[in-house]
Every structure is written in C-alpha cells, then in structure tokens.
C-alpha cells in the first residue's frame, strides 16, 4: 500500500509561518518574503528525517548571515555574541520543529531523527534516492531561507511492508 | 524607514472615516508594521510606495485590506480569564434561575474578529448549561475577512496554546490538517456575521449577555455613546454588558451602572424592570 | 521566601535556552536536563522537589512521557506540575499523555506569552503577568 503525502505545500508554509511568528519574528515586522525561487543559494542547511508510515526528509538551508541572525533571535543573543554551536544548535532545532510538525499530519507510525547539520552549501548534501516535492522559499532581511520536504522513493519498503 | 507624517494621516483619516476608528499620533509604528505584509501582498516594494500609489489611485479593494489589517484585535482564546470566571460562578448561575422557563441563552461577541471570544463563550456555556438548556452566540465583526475566518472556526497550532486547557483543545477541537476545527456540536450554536458597530444596529433579537470588549478604546466619546445607546436595546432589562478592563460607561453614558461580577464588572441598564417588560423612552 | 524552581528538559540545548529563559523571567530557578534519565537523577539527588517540569516528548535514553509516567509513580514527586512541550501534537498523543499524568500541554512551536499563559492557567504566574 503506498502512502500519500498528507502535507501539502501551503501547510508547509504555514508551519513556517509559525515557527516565524514564535521564535526569529515574534513582532511580526520581519517575515519570510517569498521568492519562489528553488536554487536559490545557501550556505548552511539542517535536516531532520522522517522514517516508517512515510520516508524523507525536512531541509532548511540559509545563507550564514540568515543563520546567524536566526540563532540570535532564537536565543536572544546579540549577532556578534553568537558561537558556531549556538548557529548548529538553532538550525537542529528549526529542521526539528518543522520536521515534527510535518511528522504529526502524516499517518501514526511515522519516525523522526535527530537533527543534522551540516555548515555547507544545501546543494552538498545527499538524499539518495529523494525527490524535493515542496518547499518555502525566501528571502528574510535580505537573506535567502528556505525549507522544504523530500520523499523518499525506494530506501524504505521494509518498513512498509509490516 | 518611517511612515511620513502625510501617509499617516491619510491612513488615519481613512480607518477614522471608515471604521471610526481612532489613530493617535505616535501610532506611525504600528501602523507601518501592520501594513507591511498587505504592502507585500499586493506586490508593493513597501508601505509608502504602496500608499503613495494608493493616494493617486484610490482602490476601495486595497482601502479594505488597510481597515482589515489596521483593526484586527488582538484575540486569545478565553481572554483576561476573569470575565469567563465571573459567567461560570455567577453569571450563568442565576441566568439559570430566572431563564428557567424558557432555558434558552443568546450571547452576542461584537467585534468578534478571528471568533477566539464566540468560541470560549460556547465553551463556557457548553461546560455550564444543565441538560435540556440550548444557547445561541452571534459573533460580528467590521472586517469579512474575519467574519470568514471566524466562520471556517479553523486555528493554528500557535492559536491554540493561547488560552485553552489541553483538556479542551482535545474535547472542543479536530485536527483539519495542519489546523484544529472546532467540533460541529459547538459550532451549530455560534453565527458570525459582518456588522459595523458605528452604524445603526440591524434588527436583532435581545441578548442576554453582550461581550463588547476592547472596542470602544478605538472610538471617539460621541461614537462610544451611540455604541452603548444601540446596545442597550438588544440587552434584555436583567442582561449583563461586559467591556474591556480598560474601559468603562461612565461618564459617557449614564444609562448603565456598574455591577460587581465575580471579581471583574459588568453593567446592566439601570431601572431594569423584571421579566423582560423594558420600558425606554 | 525560596524560589520556586522548573525543570527544563529536552535534547536541544537551543530550546533548553528558550524555556530557561521564560521562566527565569517568570522568577523560578531553573534546572537543565537533556533527557527524561538525568532528570530522573537529578531528581533523587534533590532534597526538595522542583515545582514545574516542562517536558520535550522525543528525547534518547528515557523520553518525556516515560518520564511523566516514573515521576506521576513516585510519590515524593506528586507535587511537581509536569507540562509537556513537544511538536508532537496528534489528538492521540495529547490525549496519552494527559491520561498518563501530564497536566498541560504546549506544542512547539510557541510564543512566549502562550507558555506564560499555559503556566497562568495552572496557578503558576500571576495572572496578567506578562512580558
């Protein structure tokens, strides 16, 4: 039996949306403008990975810059005061959020992964055999962001086949 | 950038003539900040090339969208708390006593915007009422966008931490996809509908209890009266008005008095007359 | 007087922070756990036991609501407020952890002012604190 993906494009965005409003934009002045654009450049990116009733992936990827200013916001740091660890923790937590939120519409049985994070361009990583099928893409306070979904088609029969 | 001074009172005098709705100065911020997403939306670089645009080319659409964003409240579900407390162990209560014959109650939720107040009102009731008892809750509101928001009764994840206990988030609400709905079997016994409060009053039923909070802050003292005016004739003789914490009748209109409820207020017109026989002249 | 105090446990150092912060504003003191074992050994080296618990679901070794079921068994514990925090938020998991002694429930992502709120509702704060 195949799955259908339950989440669709504008629940994506609205997930965005929210993790906007709560954490990197609670005055809502600064929001995530879309661009569209989905090769848009990045420099960093995290990943979390769904497993089990559906397989893939949740990406985000931003300039440096972008994560930078992430990580103080989520934190309530100045810019100059936030460390590596601080940006790494942050983008973890931010593929984290939106990965469990993307988790929680899709039929019970659905696995998340810790987050990974990878300071290098979202271009750089490998998701054998996965497909981009969304995402949200955009530029906040200059600075391209986005975050998008990724089916796997092959890697995971066994799980499926229970 | 800033708002100039000659958008803002374009912008001010629009929201005053349209939704009576006061702008005072040093409000350039907010205003700015609330505009930005409709500036966006409408494909504008930003806020004063959209209002420069606009002032050359008037488009009620794009006027509508101003009034929307700049009078949207600030809604949480079962906001402040103690109005609701004061219904649950007082209000209701006795409302139960002298509706016992009829056992029917109408709310009315003015300016209702995205319904958090209607909904927490049928909460209420719905927790409260005995068996046998049915209700009704009319929400209103200036903006149709709301009135259509309020009326689909969906809200975000972030919507729903404000305000309800996680008991009632699982007993009152649906997951609809990303969203929660509210339950069908509180959703028959509330209505949105568009109105505008600074204009005479449609026909309506007499309610029982009026919720018209943190609205009248936005109004002139002429337009709070006439408000108030209006609102006492569809309160029933032993109804109860609920305002803002912030706001108040007297002074403006001397028709209502002050009543202990709970530990907030509320008011209810003055000589009323038992049994719904209102004399007003 | 002795301030109240909150754990805070999660695997996010990230969100650690965020939830240390509200309620260090809110005037507890507050304790780190990365996972539902430490809290589990912090708390039976405690002499007296943390008012509030905030609770993250999906954590390695003992996860939230292993944690919420030890804790709601041990009645030194009876007293602590546990508050799960998660972006789990299927009516089905709400439900589970309600029914195993959880007495609030948060979904991530939040705002400051709902946490705050959530914690009002609970006699934590003092209603209309804010900010």
Not at chain 1, 123 to 130: E, G, K, L
Not at chain 2, 235 to 257: C, H, Q, S
Not at chain 3, 33 to 61: F, R, S
Not at chain 3, 78 to 97: F, G, W
């Amino acid at each position: 039996m195949s799955v259908e993906v339950e989440v669709n494009e504008s629940d994506l965005a609205e997930m965005v949306e929210q993790v906007w409003e709560s954490y990197l934009d609670p005055e809502g002045v600064s929001p995530l403008i879309p661009t569209y654009d989905e090769n848009q450049p990045s420099e960093v990116h995290s990943s979390v990975s769904i497993t089990g009733s559906w397989s893939g992936h949740v990406v985000y990827a931003s300039s440096m810059a972008a994560a930078q200013r992430a990580a103080a916001a989520f934190l309530a740091m100045e810019m100059d005061e936030v460390s590596e660890e601080d940006i790494s923790d942050t983008l973890g937590e931010l593929a984290n959020i939106v990965g469990g939120n993307v988790k929680a519409m899709l039929p019970s049985g659905a696995q998340l992964s810790l987050p990974q994070v990878v300071l290098a361009p979202e271009s750089s990583a490998r998701y054998p055999n996965a497909q981009r099928i969304s995402g949200v893409y955009g530029i906040w306070e200059g600075e391209p962001v986005s975050i998008s979904m990724w089916h796997s088609s092959s890697d995971n029969k066994e799980e499926e086949g229970e | 950038m800033t708002l100039s001074q000659a958008d803002f009172t374009f912008v001010a005098n629009l929201v005053r003539r349209e939704a009576s709705i006061v702008l005072a100065a040093g409000k350039e911020y907010l205003v700015e900040a609330r505009l930005i997403p409709v500036a966006r939306a409408v494909g504008a670089a930003n806020v004063n090339e959209f209002l420069a645009d606009l002032q050359r080319r008037p488009n009620p659409q794009f006027q509508r969208k101003i009034i929307d964003a700049l009078t949207t409240n600030e809604t949480s579900f079962f906001r402040d708390r103690e109005p609701f407390t004061a219904l649950t162990e007082v209000v209701l209560p006795e409302l139960i006593k002298s509706r016992a014959a009829q056992r029917k109650l109408r709310f009315w939720s003015a300016a209702s915007s995205s319904g958090q107040e209607a909904f927490s009102l049928a909460i209420t009731l719905q927790e409260t009422l005995p068996a046998g008892w049915s209700y009704e809750i009319m929400g209103t509101d200036i903006s149709t966008a709301m009135v259509e928001r309020a009326t689909k009764a969906e809200y975000s994840q972030v919507e729903v931490n404000r305000g309800l206990a996680a008991t009632q988030l699982v007993q009152y609400f649906e997951r609809a996809g990303a969203h929660w709905r509210v339950i069908p079997a509180l959703r028959r016994n509330v209505t949105f509908k568009h109105m505008s409060l600074t204009a005479p009053f449609p026909p309506m039923q007499p309610f029982d209890v009026i919720f018209l909070r943190n609205v009248l802050i936005y109004f002139d003292v002429a337009t709070k009266r006439q408000v108030l005016q209006n609102a006492a004739r569809i309160l029933r003789p032993d109804g109860l008005l609920f305002l803002g914490a912030a706001e108040t009748t007297i002074g403006i209109d001397d028709n209502y008095e002050r009543v202990a409820a709970g530990r907030t207020s509320a008011y209810r017109t003055r000589n009323a007359v038992p049994s719904g026989a209102a004399r007003r002249g | 007087m002795t301030p109240m105090r909150a754990m805070v446990i999660d695997d996010s150092r990230a969100m650690r922070m965020i939830l240390k912060r509200i309620v260090t504003k809110l005037n507890f003191e507050a304790v780190e756990a990365g996972d539902g074992k430490e809290a589990m050994d912090l708390l039976a080296d405690m002499t007296e036991v943390p008012e509030l618990a905030l609770i993250d679901w999906n954590m390695p070794n003992m996860n939230g609501l292993e944690f919420v079921t030890k804790v709601r068994a041990d009645p030194r514990l009876r007293e602590m407020t546990l508050v799960m925090v998660t972006t789990e938020s299927e009516q089905s998991q709400i439900v589970r952890a309600l029914a195993a002694g959880a007495h609030e429930y948060v979904i991530k992502p939040f705002t400051e002012g709902a946490m705050i709120e959530k914690l009002a509702l609970l006699g934590l704060v003092p209603t209309g604190a804010n900010s």
